[in-house]
């Protein structure tokens, strides 16, 4: 029976059931299979053998590595899941556990390294890394393939006594849902070998029999004992092949060390390994129908590599090949699978006859007898789609008499015009294919519907099912779109839908940002959720919508899917609704069996859920097909409005060009030549993508508020903002612009306005929970109301554009640096993609308010680096000067070193800028030297007056330049050119008399975990660098698995019965250095003390570290209560809030403050209020209430030790220098 | 001396038990509630909002993320998540296999719908009867009287339709005729009343400008509320009848049976005193009798109710009018 599932599950499924141990740590795509893998054992499934696989979470990928080298060495049968760089942190053990000859399989959803950028998508570059480490290679292709070749592999590795990597493409398979056949235990158990098993074990390190392994070896012998294992590498192929052909007994299901497909006598052939065969076998065959020699030869085992059976597989016709590889490997002569396939040919075809080759592969007549032409092309970076087009392309390239070698598909190469053209209209697939596309958000749940209507067809018919699911890069707000495929023969389609026959739309708004009938067939169904009845939405449309309706003949069928989610008690669900209606119009199943079967999906799917939800669920199915109405297409008229252009048409020329297509969804059109070649983009684009998701927005009535700032202060998009000016600033306001009189008893004569940007506000409630401004009469209503955007956009718009562009920004250098005065200067963090409510960008919006002109940040890879540097649009801005944080983003694991190298380059600067100024002395006026070399730029006004000195010294250096250089001054002698020289050097320079500020971001996976090392490292050094932890307790990007920052009795993936030790205190760890400056804060629960310990951290002339307490939506709660929950969580003592400051040392005060206040609220009720320990108590009342107590006794402790802390002091004065410091504690009743 | 009385067909040794609250979460609670006595245990009730609550909170916050590239949810999927009724339904077994005294759970809810299909896995868990707690707050001017008490008999008829068990209902005192809504849920089925719930009282906090829950243990001073309407009922209805709400010594409880109650169930009385105070008040409650020469509990129960006391006046209007009537100001008006 088929199972409808995706590539991570086919995987996890084989990797769970064979193995003992294992080790995992998140990283997309392969994350799920770890958490699959998890939340099994911890759910008490057993292996084939009937033992519940021990998995363990690590630090890094380089811990799973190093565990399942341990684990192989004790003799077990062990794995690991990885991807992209967490491979790579992988290969030094990689190496390690393919010396020593260890049977095991890592399986790798392959993804793009990062270079220039991050990407999280698929291709080779990294499993290509691997190559070289003596790891078997094995490649799927599907999903089917991913479960059959991930037992393969398994049963291979014990067989070869070799460690195998087995991989395919990630997301293109690893998220792929399709219907496959699934391996029973009784497969598994007959096809891997019992005999190979006990060897393993047998070679097992044991005190009982002992032996020494990796031992130090050296010119001697280390040499041959590499060669030692090649007998190995020898076998290894046959095994393989011996393995797949009892695979093929067991299911029927045949696989090759290579696959050929397409006809006999091919001449013309490509050969590629991975995903990108599904779409090169359909050109294949399509092209064969139509009597072209043509072939496709697919690499499975890619390590060792059998150069013999390769050319075996090759049809004896072969004249021409075309090797397609995933990956690009900058400077080497041709990208690895080219050179590998040019080597295997040149073996073979040179030595045939020599005796060169292996008889019992090169069977007579098979492969080609003369060298035939080879040329290599490159396709498919970063999931970068592969199409049949593009396959043909390729055949027609072969044709050529000069085919182009190195070429590039998929993409348009302007610059060095590589690409190959391909015909971007042409459609190969059958028309009895099924096919439809889902417009949705990642809120509406449409895509797990549709996966859900995958399964339904996958699961109860006949027909073959296929789903693939594309996410833009926001994460609030963030577009969906789904591509579903139904077909009577096996789907081989490994790219998006073309032309699909249903295209659903369940968000209105969509159809205003996007093309959404792009895909449309002629005659297609295209379904809309509308507020607007079926006589009244045509006029609402855009006219280019109208238009293809009109041209294509579309089918065209309103519902109020929102108002149907409304109704069942669902709101905002509206992807149930959407279900329903496609299997009311799709066709793809008899209309009662579908919602039959529909019906039976949700009871199975909410069955965890209870009654309600599949109540309502199965509500909203039943009320759809009742709602739908057809609409009747009149011409499209002229009244209808247009599209509006992506970006507005006053944004920056860069923008216009390249960012403008991308948010259009247009970004695979742009050129090589629209890309800046290192990596390097413009900031503060975020601004020009006004997205408009919000369905509520804030609302001010002035006359209330008290002007606390509290709201913008905990905006995490930066969309509310309070400013003072004069009167004369509201010259040109548009009509209705608020303002108050300024609370500031100093300045009667100022104004206050508060302003919202409508089109960037998420709508997500912090800014009304926070305001604690009430209407005496009716204290429901606030100073701010959150109130339906629609009455409101046009005139808030306005107001927004007069507020930015006409209003001036606060003075950095006389405001007032606390938390309400802080709120008056310009974010330079502004209108990220982070989730609504996100509890982590406040902070950052503060950090740019605070210091937001001289900040350098280094951001570990996490949430923080998504939502701050993930295109096409980013939120670090620049101030009406030009300046404004320059960020960038290394790694996960290296960015305490990557920060702590900007402070050591930033340093250098500024003593190479010294020294050149002490050189130019005798030539500049001593007051302007002294002011530079001598000033104080602890804080803004000394950072400006020092600013306005470089200003005076450029002038002066300008001077100093030889004749010629404008308005330089005559000299002569090598003295005045060696002046001149360091003029123009310090000219350059001089800004690096500038203090500058670095940052060092990460979330808690980060410091806590995979980082620790170096930021351990980093608070051992004087560095002047400032760390801020956004501590969310989890790993929130990769899907919130469990950090040593989460807490006692917390649920997250990887800790699914809730975690059971206590979160790790790093404050305390970094405390015990001395020298670090250390902060604990929460911002809604403390944010005078939050302004503070940010200023002081930066103040510090050392290493200062701040931990920041985040709320995520990974904690399982309405973020619009957080405010609530903050509190709760420093009352109750669970969210410490500290400043550790070594400079009170000095001042013979303790160095940490605690300031949480006392203990006022029950760890308990700070608990239920969160999903993530409801979840555990969910799972296990008696457990949880353990676990609750052991919270409760966890923060009593740390408290108690805290306050220990907190009452030391050192006796300074009865210190002589050079003597030992001598910590004096007093007695408690001395009442410290 | 023979206490034994028929509450909602079940036949118990005494009338003493404790009421629907927190007390049967622990089951060394419970066991200690046995132990001193009690002839039945009442489980804190399971609220409509609670089993709907739960799930579509779960389903909100648990798994109804935002799916991005990186993560379609943030929270592990396993199958022995269990919502929180289920976690009820295993307290009415654990209960079960820790005493040997009927078990009477408890819904609370008011609306029609889905969550009524507890009552049935509340038997299937072994609950010997049900109470179902007709907690209503009338805040819709357009619904009228007679449109309450049809929903609240829709509520009763949708419980009864999924049980067999004994089902008692507990009800406010708040009805424009209770009498008349009492005999429409014997017609419905029902076999008992528990008079009266109590309701969660709002509070204004004076700074925040917020409304505050607030909830103050029942005193002595409720029970003449339920004695009135115990003697109302006893006389005409069919049903069980229990009293709740006041009654914290013997006295209060020899009162409430005199006026018809047939069981009478302490809550604010045991979470004060502990569970022993119940072995305390039977004890009590066998001696008074004893000394007042009663030959059965039976002899006492209806006693004093409206058809068989000897001023019937009293619970009706008269005792309102002769009440107001003694009423003297404070000191205070006088000065």
Redesign the interface.
């Known amino acids: 029976m088929a199972h409808t599932l995706d590539g991570s599950e086919a995987v996890a499924s084989v990797a769970h059931r064979l193995s003992e141990v294992i080790a995992i740590y998140p990283i997309t795509p392969a994350s799920t299979m770890a958490e699959l893998c998890d939340e099994w054992s911890s759910a008490g499934r057993a292996n084939v053998w009937g033992q519940v696989p021990s998995v363990m979470e690590m630090q890094s990928e380089a811990g799973a590595a190093g565990t399942l080298h341990g684990a192989l060495q004790a003799g077990s049968l062990a794995t690991t899941f990885t991807a992209s760089q967490g491979l790579l942190l992988m290969i030094p053990n990689l190496y390690k556990i393919a010396g020593e000859l260890s049977a095991c399989t890592i399986h790798v959803a392959a993804r793009t390294l990062a270079t220039h950028a991050l990407s999280i998508f698929g291709d080779h570059s990294d499993v290509m890394a691997c190559r070289q480490t003596g790891f078997a290679m094995l490649c799927s292709g599907s999903v089917q393939e991913a479960h059959d070749l991930a037992a393969i592999a398994h049963a291979a590795s014990l067989e070869a006594r070799l460690p195998f990597l087995h991989f395919f493409d990630g997301f293109r398979t690893s998220h792929e849902v399709h219907d496959v056949e699934l391996l029973t235990d009784a497969q598994l158990l007959a096809l891997v070998s019992a005999d190979a098993i006990a060897a393993h074990r047998a070679r097992a390190l044991s005190s009982d029999r002992p032996v020494i392994r990796g031992t130090a070896q050296n010119p001697d012998t280390f040499f041959q004992a590499r060669e030692a294992a090649n007998a190995w590498y020898e076998r290894c192929p046959g095994v393989v092949r011996d393995v797949m052909d009892r695979y093929a007994a067991l299911t029927g299901r045949r696989y090759g060390l290579f696959d050929y497909t397409g006809h006999a006598q091919a001449e013309r052939v490509i050969v590629l390994m991975g995903s990108g065969a599904g779409a090169a076998s359909e050109m294949v065959d399509w092209l064969v129908e139509r009597g072209e020699k043509v072939g496709l030869l697919q690499v499975r085992l890619y390590r060792p590599f059998d150069g013999a059976a390769f050319v075996a597989a090759l049809p004896a016709s072969t004249t021409s090949i075309a090797v397609l590889d995933r990956t690009k490997e900058p400077g080497a002569p041709a990208d690895p699978l080219h050179l590998d396939v040019l080597m295997a040919l040149h073996e073979a075809l040179a030595s045939r006859g020599a005796g060169g080759v292996r008889d019992d592969a090169l069977a007579a007549g098979s492969g080609p007898r003369a060298m035939p032409r080879v040329v290599g092309g490159r396709y498919g970076l970063s999931s970068k789609e592969f199409t049949p087009a593009m396959v043909k392309a390729v055949f027609d390239e072969l044709r050529e008499s000069a085919p182009r070698n190195h070429f590039t598909l998929g993409i348009v190469d302007d610059v060095t015009h590589r690409s190959l053209p391909w015909d971007g209209e042409l459609d190969i697939e059958a028309p009895d294919v099924t096919r439809a596309v889902f417009y949705g958000l990642g809120s509406d749940g449409t895509v797990g519907a549709n996966k859900n209507t995958i399964k339904i067809v996958g699961d109860e018919t006949a027909l073959h099912a296929q789903g693939y699911f594309v996410y833009d890069s926001k994460k609030s707000g963030s577009t969906t779109v789904s591509h579903l495929r139904f077909s009577p023969r096996p789907i081989r389609s490994t790219y998006l839908v073309q032309r699909a026959g249903f295209i659903a739309v369940s968000q209105p708004q969509l159809v205003e940002r996007l093309d959404v009938l792009q895909l449309a067939a002629p005659g297609a169904v295209f379904l809309l959720n509308t507020p607007h009845p079926a006589d009244e939405v045509w006029a609402t449309l855009p006219a280019e919508v109208a238009e293809t309706i009109a041209e294509r003949g579309l089918r065209f069928v309103v519902i109020d899917a929102h108002g149907v989610s409304v109704e069942v008690g669902l709101p905002g669900r509206v992807s149930t609704v959407m279900q329903g209606c496609f299997f009311a119009l799709s066709g793809v199943l008899p209309r009662d069996q579908a919602l039959a079967a529909a019906r039976r999906a949700i009871e199975k799917t909410f069955r965890k859920r209870g009654e309600e939800v599949i109540r309502r669920n199965i509500a909203a199915l039943e009320l759809a097909e009742e709602r739908m109405h057809e609409v009747a297409v009149p011409r499209p008229g002229a009244a209808l409005h247009r599209r509006a252009p992506p970006v507005p048409v006053e944004a920056p020329e860069f923008v216009q060009r390249v960012t403008a297509q991308m948010i259009a969804g247009r970004g695979d059109l742009l050129p090589v030549s629209a890309f800046p070649v290192d990596g390097t983009w413009p900031s503060g684009t975020s601004r020009w993508e006004q997205r408009a998701i919000a369905r509520e927005i804030p609302q001010w009535d002035s006359s209330i508020c008290i002007q606390c700032n509290k709201c913008a202060l905990v905006c995490p998009h930066a969309v509310i903002r309070p400013k003072v000016v004069a009167a004369a600033d509201l010259a040109g306001a548009p009509e209705g612009f608020v303002t108050a009189p300024w609370k500031n008893a100093a300045h009667p004569d100022l104004l206050y306005t508060l302003q919202v940007a409508p089109d960037d506000c998420t709508g997500c409630g912090l800014c009304v929970a926070v305001c604690p401004a009430k209407d005496k009469s009716a204290p429901k209503h606030k100073a701010i109301d959150m109130a339906p955007v629609g009455p409101l956009r046009e005139r808030q718009r306005a107001a927004w554009d007069f507020f930015r562009d006409h209003l001036p920004e606060g003075d950095r250098a006389l405001a007032r640096l606390d938390n309400k005065g802080s709120q008056l200067l310009q974010p330079l963090f502004e209108f990220s993609g982070a989730c609504a409510g996100c509890g982590e960008t406040p902070y950052l919006k503060l950090l740019s308010q605070l210091f937001g002109d001289r900040l350098m940040i280094a951001n570990a890879t996490g949430c923080s680096s998504i939502y701050g540097g993930n295109l096409p649009t980013t939120p670090w801005s620049t101030d009406r000067h030009g300046r404004g944080p320059a960020w960038a983003n290394s790694l996960f694991e290296d960015n305490a070193e990557f920060g702590l190298g900007m402070r050591l380059a930033l340093d250098a600067n500024a003593a190479r800028a010294r020294t050149l100024l002490h050189r130019l002395a005798p030539r500049l006026p001593g007051v302007l030297v002294d002011g530079l070399l001598g000033a104080d730029q602890a804080a803004d006004a000394g950072i400006d007056e020092q600013r306005r000195r470089v200003v005076a010294l450029r002038a002066q250096l300008q001077g100093l330049l030889p004749a010629g250089a404008p308005g330089a001054a005559h000299g002569s002698g090598a003295a005045d050119t060696l002046d001149a020289a360091a003029a123009r050097e310090l000219l350059a320079a001089a800004d690096h008399l500038v203090r500058h500020t670095v940052w060092i971001v990460g979330g808690d996976g980060w410091a806590y975990d995979i980082g620790f090392g170096g930021l351990d490292h980093l608070f051992s050094t004087t560095a002047d660098v400032n760390v801020l932890v956004l501590d969310t307790e989890v790993y929130s990007n990769t899907g919130g698995q469990q950090s040593k920052a989460t807490p006692i009795g917390a649920a997250a993936k990887f800790a699914s019965a809730g975690r059971a030790v206590g979160k790790k205190d790093l404050g305390l760890l970094a405390m015990g250095y001395g020298h670090v400056y250390v902060a604990s804060v929460a911002l809604l629960a403390r944010d005078a003390q939050t302004v503070q310990a940010l200023l002081e951290a930066e103040s510090h002339a050392g290493p200062s570290l701040v931990i920041a307490h985040s709320p995520c939506i990974a904690h399982g709660y309405d973020l619009s209560q957080s405010p609530v929950q903050q509190k709760l969580a420093v009352e109750s003592g669970v969210w410490p809030v500290y400043r550790f400051d070594p400079r009170r040392l000095a001042a013979g005060e303790a160095p940490l403050k605690l300031e949480s206040g006392p203990i006022r609220a029950r760890v308990a009720d700070y608990m239920k209020g969160e999903g993530r320990f409801r979840a555990v108590e969910l799972r296990d009342k008696e457990r949880y209430a353990t676990l609750v107590a052991q919270a409760e006794r966890h923060v009593l402790e740390r408290r108690a030790f805290h306050e220990q802390l907190a009452g030391l002091r050192l006796s300074i004065a009865a210190t002589a220098p050079g003597t030992p410091l001598r910590p004096d504690v007093p007695s408690p009743a001395a009442g410290s | 001396m023979d206490l034994s009385t028929d509450y909602l067909g079940l036949h118990l040794a005494h009338p003493l038990m404790p009421g629907a609250s927190p007390m049967a979460d622990d089951l060394d609670a419970v066991r200690r509630l046995e132990d001193a006595g009690a002839s039945a245990i009442v489980m804190r009730s399971l609220f409509e909002e609670q089993?709907?609550g739960?799930?579509?909170?779960?389903?909100r916050?648990?798994?109804?993320?935002?799916?991005?590239?990186?993560?379609?949810?943030?929270?592990?999927?396993?199958?022995?998540?269990?919502?929180?009724?289920?976690?009820y339904l295993?307290q009415i077994r654990a209960i079960r296999a820790a005493v040997h005294v009927p078990v009477i759970a408890s819904l609370n809810g008011t609306t029609p719908?889905?969550?009524t299909?507890y009552a049935q896995l509340m038997e299937e868990a072994g609950a010997s009867a049900l109470e179902l707690n007709l907690y209503d707050v009338p805040t819709n001017p357009d619904e009228n009287a007679a449109a309450v008490e049809s929903r609240l008999l829709e509520v009763v008829a949708q419980v009864r339709g999924h049980v067999a068990l004994p089902l008692a209902v507990k009800l406010s005192p708040s009805f424009t005729a209770l009498p008349h809504f009492v005999r429409a849920l014997e017609l419905a089925g029902v076999d008992g009343v528990v008079l009266f719930n109590r309701w969660y009282q709002p509070d204004i906090e004076l700074e925040s400008?917020?409304v505050r829950r607030t909830l103050h243990l029942s005193g002595p001073s409720e029970l003449p509320l339920r004695l009135r309407w115990l003697a109302i009922l006893s006389p005409f209805t069919g049903l069980s009848l229990a009293a709740s709400g006041g009654v914290h010594a013997a006295p209060d409880a020899i009162k409430a049976l005199m006026a018809g109650a047939h069981a009478v169930q302490m809550v604010a009385a045991l979470l004060q005193r502990g569970p022993q105070h119940l072995g305390v008040v039977l004890g009590d409650l066998r001696t008074w009798l004893e000394e007042h020469e009663y030959a059965s509990l039976q002899q006492l129960v209806g006693s004093m109710n409206l058809a068989r006391c000897p001023d019937a006046a009293h619970y009706e209007r008269g005792n309102y009018m002769a009440l107001l009537q003694s009423w003297h100001t404070s000191p205070a008006w006088r000065t």
Do not use: K, N, R
């Open positions: 089993i709907e739960e799930q579509l909170g779960a389903a916050h648990l798994f109804g993320h935002c799916e991005s590239a990186e993560a379609a949810t943030w929270f592990p999927d396993t199958d022995v998540f269990a919502l929180g009724p289920d976690t295993e719908g889905g969550w299909g400008l917020e």
